[in-house]
């Protein structure tokens, strides 16, 4: 049987759009994939020691969001959702953002940073929580990712 893997690309940093990326890799990893996670343009937020711990949740925009865009705009909105998430999630018993990166880490999980959005947005390695492996370029992505299921979260 063939070894399986899958890529992942998290481009966006928000709390409810980092948790899709985190899951789909720790079940992987909890099934014996390969999986690595590719984290550009705002999904650098997930990885960004200095914001890891504050993601937020946009309301505006979002189709599903059960309150009004008028409502969903409004200051303090965006952290108050991510308050009330960060709760459902602890009542689930769901790790936080930096502990779900440790998780993948210890599991086997690669983390990379995208070199070009880590340039636009003048961030440097030195910025990175401690787990991610490396900042590679889109060629670099692909040539890791050879044979592997690519899913963009």
Do not use: W
């Not at 049987?1 to 980092?18: F, H, N, T, Y």
């Not at 983390?111 to 900042?135: I, N, R, T």
Request: charged share 25%; net charge negative.
């Amino acid at each position: 049987m063939e070894d399986r893997k899958v890529a992942i690309i998290c481009s966006k940093g928000g709390l409810d759009e980092a948790y899709p990326a985190f899951i789909l890799a720790n079940a992987a990893r909890m099934s014996g994939i390969d999986a690595m996670v590719f984290f550009t343009f705002y999904g650098l937020d997930v990885i960004n020691e200095s914001k890891v711990d504050k993601l937020g949740v946009n309301m505006v925009g979002n189709a599903a969001a059960p309150i009004p865009p008028m409502v969903a705009g409004l200051p303090g909105m965006k952290s108050m959702a991510a308050k009330m998430m960060g709760k459902k999630m602890a009542d689930l018993e769901l790790p936080g953002p930096r502990e779900f990166l440790e998780m993948l880490d210890e599991a086997g999980a690669e983390l990379y940073a995208c070199e070009l959005a880590m340039e636009m947005f003048d961030l440097k390695e030195s910025d990175l929580v401690p787990q991610v492996q490396g900042v590679i370029t889109a060629g670099d992505f692909y040539e890791k990712s050879q044979g592997a299921q690519i899913i963009f979260t």
